[in-house]
Structure formats: C-alpha cells, structure tokens
C-alpha cells in the first residue's frame, strides 16, 4: 500500500497552492469586510485559473472538463479548503457532478456551457420545512401539455443571486413518496421564478443563501434532468462525490491550514518565559489535531480510492462527511484556544475560519444524518464496513 503522492500529483497541489496563495488570499479580508467580492475581480480570478486548466477540474475531458481522477479531485480540493467558499467558486467552479446526467440538447444547453464558465448553477432541494427529511419536500412539478408546471419554494441556496440556473427537486408524483420527485433544469429568467432574499448566515461572508419562489413556472420537456422519479437517487449517487470533496476534502484542507497557524503561534507566543508550545496542554492540543487530521485525510483517500475503482462508496463518503466536518470543528476550536485573546479578535482571521468551520457539520447532511446512515448500513452488512477482510 503506498499512500505517497506520484509526480504529477505533487504538482497540481503545488500549483494550486500557490495559486491560492498568491491570488486568492490576498483578497479574503476584503471578501470579509465588504461581504462581496467586486464582478470585476471575480472575471479576472475566472480567466486566471481557466488559463492554468483549474476550472471544472471534476467534469470529464469529453465535456471540456479537466478529467481528475476522484482521488487526484480530492488533493485539489483538499487545497480549495485554504481559502474561502466564494474564492473557490468563482476560481475554480462549482459545476455540480450531477448535470453529468444531461443527455441530448441538455448537453448543450446546461452541462457544457457550467463547465465553460459561461452559466453557474446552484443546487436547490431543502425547503423551509423540509431539511434533512429531503423527501417530504412540497415543490411539486405537475405535466402539463408537453412539458411542466412548477410550483412551490426553496431555501438556504448557496450562491443563488449569482446563478443562472437551478437543478431543483420536485413532487412529480405524489402517490410514491421518495420515489416520486424528480429533478429539473430551471433558468432563472424563466417567467414565475423569484429569487428571494439572500439569508444572512454566521459565516461564508460573500456566498449569497437565497430563498427561490416558483410560481406556475412553465418548464419544457428538456428541462427534466434524468429519469421521473428518480430525482433523490441521483442526489444521493451524484452529490456524495461533491460531499466528499466540498465538504469532506475542504474541511481536511481548512483543519491543515488552520493547524499551521496555531503551530506557528504555539512556537512564538511567549509566556512565563517560554514559549507556549512547550506546555503540555497545549503539545495535546496541538497532537491531537495532527492525528485527527492525518486519520480524516486517509479515511477521504479511502473513500475516493473505493470510488475510482467503481466500488459502493456511499457509507465511506458518509464517514468522511461526519469525520471530516467535525475534526475541522475540533481543530478550529483548539486553534482559538491556542491563539488566546487573539483568537476572538478580529484582528485576526482565526475568529472568522471559527465561524466559516461550524456549517460544515450541518450542509450537505447534518453529522447525525449520516451518522444514522452508517449505523443502518453496518447493521445491514455487518464487517464489510469496518474490516478490510470482508470489504467488497
Ligand atoms: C450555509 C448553508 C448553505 C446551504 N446550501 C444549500 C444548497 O445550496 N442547496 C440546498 O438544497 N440546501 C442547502 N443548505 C441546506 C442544508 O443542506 C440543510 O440546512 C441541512 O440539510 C439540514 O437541514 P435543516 O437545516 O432543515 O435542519 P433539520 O432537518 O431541521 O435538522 C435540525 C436538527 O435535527 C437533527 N435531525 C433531523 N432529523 C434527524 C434524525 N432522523 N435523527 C437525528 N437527528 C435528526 C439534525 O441533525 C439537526 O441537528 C445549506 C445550508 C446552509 C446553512
């Protein structure tokens, strides 16, 4: 087993972080005050990194994607985690694995033109009164002629003022529970479509959180994405590859960038006339990030391995989720602690990656979400999930 990282390899990560070293961190304190980042800046940070192939690096070759490997994605957005959320979006994009399932003129129409740059999208499935329970949600899509009228609302959808279209689930058949919604392709400027207020949140400052109302919103045929029906499935197969990166390989890259800081500050803080670093309680602090790190970066490499070689990947994506997300929030923590006083200042970004770290345990599934869905599959399948003799 050779967990070492080829040639190649070390380059995109170097390349990428210096990329956002040089480019991108400049610019966060400016994100932070000013809750925006300038169109201007963002074309400019679109055209940089498209030159150097780091846009839409997940979408295959064939779709003018950059073609990673899940694994060789995941060292990259390990390194997207360095920096913050509305960077990462208008740099390297954020085209949703899930348009992989446009087929026909939808190729065209929505898939290419995400992965060119030229139309973003956003990913709208939770609902004022529906949140974890995805499949009670009350947007419903109803036939209509040759196509579809939409109708109901959304909330909580990351970047949805800048967005020109929505992947939006919806009740196609109310008779079949979790089996009857299904997914659509709605543009923004379509007649009876709102965008609502943009949600204040705790961090993340310069994403937009918007509300999306749909009023008898008249879709036409092409606007289905995929099969009726099977609009959850596809949330479940295509966004767990997003999770992974998103969520889990961005928490491990945040938790490593984060650690650094404290590890520089534990060497040159000086109290009682050393330096803080060499107390014990803070050495604990400090060792049980590296190891929880370490143990969150191999469980993603795991799950990412097990999805490149076509394995059912789904409760190994799910304890990255819940692994990933809460060593990031532990690490986060113990970094405020490490920096005192200036840790809580926001003289300093440590405050802000506190505040930017605690939504990772609620998106994309709450820790508990899929904390339940780990234990049901190891009821179900008893070693296979925990004992490398049994896996498949
Ligand atoms: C910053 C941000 C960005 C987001 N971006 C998007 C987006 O782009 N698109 C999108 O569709 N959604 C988005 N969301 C929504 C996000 O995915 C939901 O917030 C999340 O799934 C949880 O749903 P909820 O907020 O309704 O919480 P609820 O489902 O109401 O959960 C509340 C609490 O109850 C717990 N709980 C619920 N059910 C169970 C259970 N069965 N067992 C144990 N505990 C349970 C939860 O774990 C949680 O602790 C975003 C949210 C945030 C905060």
């Not at 909330?155 to 919604?181: Q, Y």
Request: charged share 25%; proline share 3%.
């Amino acid at each position: 087993m050779d967990f070492s990282l080829s040639e190649d390899q070390r380059t995109l990560v170097a390349m990428l972080r210096r990329f956002i070293e040089e480019k991108l961190a400049p610019l966060e304190e400016t994100v932070e005050r000013e809750g925006r980042l300038a169109p201007e800046v963002a074309r400019d940070l679109f055209e940089q990194s498209k030159a150097l192939g780091f846009y839409a690096m997940n979408i295959p070759e064939e779709f003018g994607g950059g073609g990673l490997s899940t694994v060789d994605m995941m060292l990259a957005e390990e390194q997207f985690g360095r920096t913050t959320d509305i960077l990462i979006r208008r740099s390297f994009g954020n085209v949703y694995e899930v348009l992989l399932k446009c087929v026909g003129p939808q190729v065209e129409r929505w898939l290419k033109p995400a992965t060119r740059g030229e139309r973003t999208c956003s990913i709208a499935i939770t609902e004022p009164e529906a949140g974890s329970d995805a499949a009670s949600i009350r947007t419903a899509a109803t036939r209509a002629g040759g196509g579809w009228v939409l109708d109901g609302k959304k909330h909580f959808i990351s970047d949805g003022l800048f967005s020109d279209f929505f992947v939006v689930s919806a009740v196609t058949d109310p008779s079949a529970g979790g089996r009857g919604i299904s997914l659509f392709l709605v543009d923004r400027d379509r007649k009876g479509v709102t965008i609502g207020r943009d949600q204040p949140m705790m961090g993340l400052r310069g994403t937009s959180h918007v509300e999306l109302f749909f009023d008898r919103v008249e879709l036409d045929d092409q606007c289905l994405l995929g099969e009726p029906g099977r609009g959850l499935g596809y949330a479940l197969d295509t966004l767990g590859r997003v999770r992974l990166g998103q969520v889990g390989a961005r928490a491990v890259g945040k938790a490593t960038k984060i650690l650094d800081l404290a590890v520089g500050q534990a060497r040159e803080r000086r109290q009682f006339g050393k330096a803080i670093g060499e107390f014990q309680l803070i050495q604990k602090m400090i060792a049980d990030s590296v190891i929880e790190i370490n143990a969150a970066r191999l469980l993603l490499w795991n799950a990412a391995a097990a999805i490149d070689a076509g394995r059912d990947a789904r409760a190994l994506i799910a304890m990255v989720k819940v692994n990933a997300s809460e060593t990031l929030g532990r690490v986060a923590d113990r970094a405020v602690q490490i920096f005192g006083g200036m840790g809580f200042s926001r003289d300093l970004p440590i405050e802000r990656y506190y505040r930017d770290a605690r939504v990772y345990r609620i998106f994309d599934g709450t820790t508990e979400i899929h904390t339940a869905g780990i234990a049901r599959a190891a009821l179900k399948s008893g070693g296979a999930l925990y004992d490398p003799v049994e896996a498949v």
